[in-house]
């Protein structure tokens, strides 16, 4: 497994070439254009997190393993404060198409769905 700032280095890399706003990579080194298909990667190999590289190079983003523990950990998305929410819907990187209450609480609870299944 390669450590984050390895996988960082390699990532902003990947970005120039692809011309991306952000890449998804897994700890194994491999590098996704699409969030799914990082999870799907992951999920086969049961160890791997994954981590959202912006361009701008940060390597503060926190593994999307790390967000779904939590989001799996959440009995009921609806107790959670609205910046809660926001944070854990960024950090698991889902798209929604606002940022209402009701909409990340939505998208999460779907994605809960998706993790438990």
Not at 15 to 30: A, F, R
């Amino acid at each position: 497994m390669k450590s984050k700032e390895e996988l960082n280095r390699e990532a902003q890399s990947f970005l120039e070439q692809y011309k991306q706003k952000e890449v998804y990579g897994t700890s194994d080194g491999q590098f996704f254009l699409d969030k799914n298909r990082a999870e799907l990667h992951a999920r086969s190999k049961k160890e791997l997190s994954v981590y959202v590289f912006p361009k701008d190079g940060s390597t503060t983003a926190e593994a999307n393993e790390d967000w779904a523990e939590k989001l799996k950990a959440t009995e009921d998305v609806n107790t959670l404060i609205y910046p809660e929410l926001k944070n854990m819907v960024k950090g698991l990187g889902l798209e929604v198409e606002n940022q209402k209450q009701a909409t990340l609480i939505e998208a999460l609870e779907k994605h809960k769905e998706t993790l438990n299944n």
